[in-house]
């Protein structure tokens, strides 16, 4: 053990800023427009998966939740994550990833897959719990 060794566990991972496909989205262009330029922006990922959820479409939102889940789970690796350790929920480009993943809960309980579901709010959880609850979860 170093003596520069953080004993609390892991440091928050934080995930660089996307100006581009985030201006892009707030200013309302199409999601799929926006992952068709950017097919690693799981923020517009989550964006497709929630319009999808909210249509009832729940076959096409566990797919689209799923891609940006596993495109933020690449991100979050490339920044030093290791499958575990805190994800801050308060860090604006973090909340692509963490959306994925709850839209891909939703999803998951919607189409009878408890499992997956139960995964997903754990990852969440263990991520940050302020994740859970904005996407209300808990």
């Known amino acids: 053990m170093s003596l520069h060794e953080n004993l609390l566990g892991p440091e928050?991972?934080?995930?660089?800023?996307?100006?581009?496909?985030?201006?892009?989205?707030?200013?309302g262009t199409d999601p799929a427009e926006v992952v068709t330029k950017h097919p690693d922006f799981s923020a517009g990922w989550a964006t497709l998966a929630e319009v999808a959820l909210a249509a009832g479409e729940y076959v096409a939102a566990?797919?689209?939740?799923?891609?940006?889940?596993?495109?933020?789970?690449?991100?979050?690796?490339?920044?030093?994550?290791?499958?575990?350790?805190?994800?801050?929920?308060a860090h604006e480009p973090n909340q692509?990833?963490?959306?994925?993943?709850?839209?891909?809960?939703?999803?998951?309980?919607?189409?009878?897959?408890?499992?997956e579901?139960?995964?997903?709010?754990?990852?969440?959880?263990?991520?940050?719990?302020a994740a859970t609850a904005a996407l209300e979860l808990a």
């Open 62 to 89: 566990y797919a689209y939740a799923r891609t940006g889940y596993h495109r933020g789970l690449d991100q979050l690796r490339r920044a030093g994550w290791k499958g575990h350790g805190p994800v801050p929920w």
């Open 12 to 27: 928050p991972t934080q995930l660089p800023e996307r100006p581009e496909p985030q201006a892009a989205l707030a200013a």
């Open 117 to 129: 579901f139960d995964r997903c709010v754990q990852l969440l959880n263990d991520s940050d719990p």
């Open 96 to 115: 692509g990833v963490l959306r994925a993943i709850g839209a891909l809960a939703k999803a998951a309980r919607a189409i009878g897959e408890s499992a």
